[in-house]
């Protein structure tokens, strides 16, 4: 039986969310509590349970501070609730993601709504699945592993035979958040490619992820139109409900087909299009994130001759989509996000470049 605690000062809210947790018979919530301060001191002398839903404004303790003390005590898988009709709310959430909550979920509808049976069985499917996440202490390697060197060394050597790179893709979904910050706050100003991303998140979610990864990157972050051109050193992310790809090497496709993988946008969708689009001269990332959206399409990649780049185990919140691309063979490289960030900088940057920008990195990552 899951176990789950409620974290929300609304009655209401707490009713509601127990009646659709409590509606699975493999979900029992345990207990109800007002705000952080009384989840912290509920974990203090109760079982602890596999998840904790939590809101983030409350009284005394917000569902910020309460998830850096939870983490630092007694870690436990938390998701953040919020509402999303609430512009503030939703960028605060964000530094709930970076206290250490796993993800983000809109509060679901009422059962009034056309919306309440897909948002109910969605909202009982996420938390299931993020009973399933084990907590640990992030980015433990920051430094990379010895090999490292050695690795990059005879990656780039292959991509010169290959020809330069002229696009970065990258999918990622649970945890996302959190990886993508680091990886776009160590690239430089004078990163030479457009990236384009494709981020699983919940609806409501990714302006607000696009503006607050906006506040640590040097570089410019789009949500972009269909048909807009792709300019080096700036980041595309695909917009909610709609799958994003390139077009003749340098504009933005949208379709609405519907969805793939279980995804829209889907990462299989990106990861096909640049492909099609440029060959060998692309990276393919794959990061972070629950099933398996986008693995084989990146092992096509691979046999194209794109590098190829899987976030590391030890560093990822979920590992289903890199470990379902690991067992294809479609890694040409397997890292942590700070090796990835160096990665990238070294196969787009020219060597004289590339030594001021690897200068930079080491500095901002002390």
Not at 48 to 67: L, Q, R
Not at 135 to 148: A, S
Not at 216 to 231: Q, W
Not at 239 to 246: A, F, S, T
Request: proline content about 5%; aromatic content about 6%.
């Amino acid at each position: 039986m899951l176990k789950v605690l409620i974290v929300d000062d609304s009655p209401t809210v707490t009713d509601y969310l127990e009646f659709i947790l409590n509606s699975d018979p493999g979900i029992k919530v345990i207990g109800k509590v007002t705000n952080g301060k009384k989840a912290v001191e509920y974990l203090e002398k109760y079982p602890k349970p596999d998840v904790i839903v939590m809101d983030i404004n409350m009284p005394e303790m917000n569902g910020i501070e309460a998830t850096y003390r939870i983490m630092a005590s007694h870690p436990v898988p938390i998701i953040i609730i919020s509402n999303t009709a609430n512009i503030s709310e939703k960028r605060t959430s964000f530094l709930a993601i970076e206290a250490g909550a796993v993800t983000l979920f809109g509060k679901p509808s009422g059962v009034n709504s056309p919306k309440f049976k897909d948002d109910a069985k969605e909202f009982i499917e996420i938390v299931k699945l993020m009973s399933e996440v084990k907590v640990v202490k992030r980015w433990t390697r920051l430094n990379g592993k010895k090999e490292f060197a050695e690795d990059i060394k005879s990656v780039v050597i292959e991509q010169e035979k290959a020809g330069e790179i002229k696009i970065v893709a990258i999918g990622v979904s649970t945890g996302g958040p959190l990886v993508l910050q680091q990886i776009l706050s160590l690239l430089p100003r004078d990163f030479p490619v457009p990236i384009l991303i494709v981020q699983h998140i919940a609806d409501g979610f990714l302006n607000a992820l696009v503006e607050w990864l906006s506040e640590i990157s040097v570089l410019p972050l789009h949500i972009p139109a269909d048909g807009e051109e792709i300019l080096p050193g700036h980041v595309y992310f695909a917009p909610e409900n709609y799958h994003m790809g390139v077009k003749n090497k340098s504009k933005i496709i949208f379709d609405n087909s519907g969805k793939e993988n279980y995804a829209c946008p889907s990462i299989s969708f990106l990861f096909r299009s640049v492909r099609e689009n440029f060959q060998a001269n692309a990276i393919g990332v794959l990061l972070t994130g629950m099933g398996k959206d986008g693995a084989d399409e990146l092992k096509l990649m691979k046999e194209k001759g794109v590098v190829t780049i899987i976030q590391d185990k030890e560093s990822s919140v979920v590992y289903g989509m890199p470990e379902a691309a690991i067992k294809l063979n479609a890694a040409t490289l397997i890292l942590s996000p700070r090796e990835i960030a160096e990665t990238l900088i070294r196969l787009t940057l020219k060597n004289d470049r590339f030594s001021n920008s690897a200068t930079n990195l080491n500095q901002r990552g002390k």
